[in-house]
């Protein structure tokens, strides 16, 4: 960056200055919809090198060209046909079809293991079914199960698949636990009261149709001279809590005394307590955390309902998420978004004593 602007103009992370040249490629919504795939599993993909995605310049968000889309079907095939994920980066990692042969034959042989395994339940279930259905009336039970010949039918089974459940549900524990574990960083913060220019947006790519008002607004106005403590911020709406959304809104903060153009909204954000959790710009996996952190505390708990701005509209996301040094990210003109910095802000309140 050689120096500051003379002018201050935006260059947000949200702008989308989509060309002509780019319309055979595929927004990161698109691709979402037509795969039935979350827009967070496309960019978990990208994440761990499964799935490339396209970035043109002054274009904000992910678009995937003709090859990848062909990749991510090979993905979604491999995925049904339940092959993991590690091995799926090897398969077409690799020119040579052994790769792909071997991890096939793999999850093959497991899924004969698991057949086989299934007929003998069948098979002693059924036979506990007839001995007892023969004397339902009587108590037979501790004989049936003490049968030998039984017994030796059902020993060669795994006692961990047939208690597959048993340990899923202690792997989600382990994991939520682990989770928890690595948010020691969850800070209690007070939002303050704040004028804001909001731009909101519902239907496809409501993210880039919100940002790019946004930004117009930012540089016509020449916020960024007036407000040096401008902050960002934006959140699902409508959406129900824990609830997909089908709209997006961004505010900035302004001045008491500016005026906003349509379709922008002048609001009043009354402020308020929050749980607030830093993350690099894609790890959205971890709101889950912060929700789990705050449901479980002792001291404090979730204000979802608390109504904090007017205007207000119904089905608005609370869970907002605040882009940290927005100031200096779009002053400069080199600024990538996927180095972004984010606050998860989650609304809280003290538990009544």
């Known amino acids: 960056m050689n120096g500051i602007p003379v002018d201050f103009d935006v260059v947000s992370p949200f702008r989308m200055g989509a060309r002509r040249e780019e319309m055979e490629l595929q927004t990161i919504s698109q691709v979402s919809k037509r795969f039935q795939l979350s827009t967070r599993t496309l960019r978990y993909y990208e ?44 398969i077409l990692a690799s020119e040579e079809a052994f790769a792909a042969l071997e991890a096939f034959q793999r999850n093959l042989a497991e899924i004969d293991r698991e057949i086989s395994a299934l007929s003998t339940i ?21 004989e049936v199960l003490a049968d030998e010949e039984l017994l030796r039918l059902v020993e060669p089974l795994s006692l961990v698949k047939l208690s597959f459940k048993e340990e899923k549900t202690m792997q989600d524990l382990n994991r939520a636990d682990e989770r928890l574990s690595k948010l020691k960083n969850v800070r209690i913060v007070h939002l303050p009261p704040m004028t804001v220019a909001a731009s909101h947006y519902v239907g496809p790519d409501c993210e880039m149709h919100a940002g790019n008002a946004l930004d117009k607004f930012v540089r016509e106005s020449g916020l960024l001279r007036k407000k040096p403590d401008v902050r960002h ?38 402020g308020g307590l929050y749980a607030a959790h830093a993350i690099a710009f ?32 119904e089905g608005t996301d609370w869970a907002l998420e605040e882009q940290l040094n ?28």
């Not at 499964?50 to 678009?63: C, F, G, H, I, N």
């Not at 002693?124 to 037979?140: D, K, M, Y």
């Not at 789990?292 to 701005?309: I, K, M, N, P, T």
């Open 47 to 90: 994440q761990i090198g499964l799935l490339p995605s396209v970035k043109k310049e002054d274009y904000a968000y992910r678009t995937y060209d003709e090859q990848a889309v062909h990749r991510l079907r090979q993905i979604i095939l491999m995925r049904k046909l339940r092959i993991p994920l590690k091995q799926i980066a090897d």
């Open 122 to 142: 069948r098979s002693t279930l059924a036979a506990f079914v007839s001995r007892l259905g023969e004397n339902a009336s009587a108590r037979v039970l501790p």
């Open 233 to 270: 911020i934006g959140f699902n709406n409508p959406v129900a809590c824990g609830g997909a959304s089908t709209g997006y809104e961004m505010w900035v903060s302004i001045t008491e005394d500016m005026e906003v153009p349509e379709p922008l909204v002048k609001k009043q954000f009354h």
């Open 282 to 313: 894609g790890d959205f996996e971890q709101w889950g955390w912060l929700v789990e952190w705050v449901l479980q505390h002792d001291r404090y708990e979730s204000d979802w309902e608390a109504v904090r701005c007017r205007p207000y509209a």
């Open 326 to 353: 927005y100031w200096n990210n779009a002053r400069n003109p080199n600024f990538d978004y996927r180095s972004m910095q984010l606050d998860l802000l989650f609304p809280i309140k003290e538990k009544a004593r």
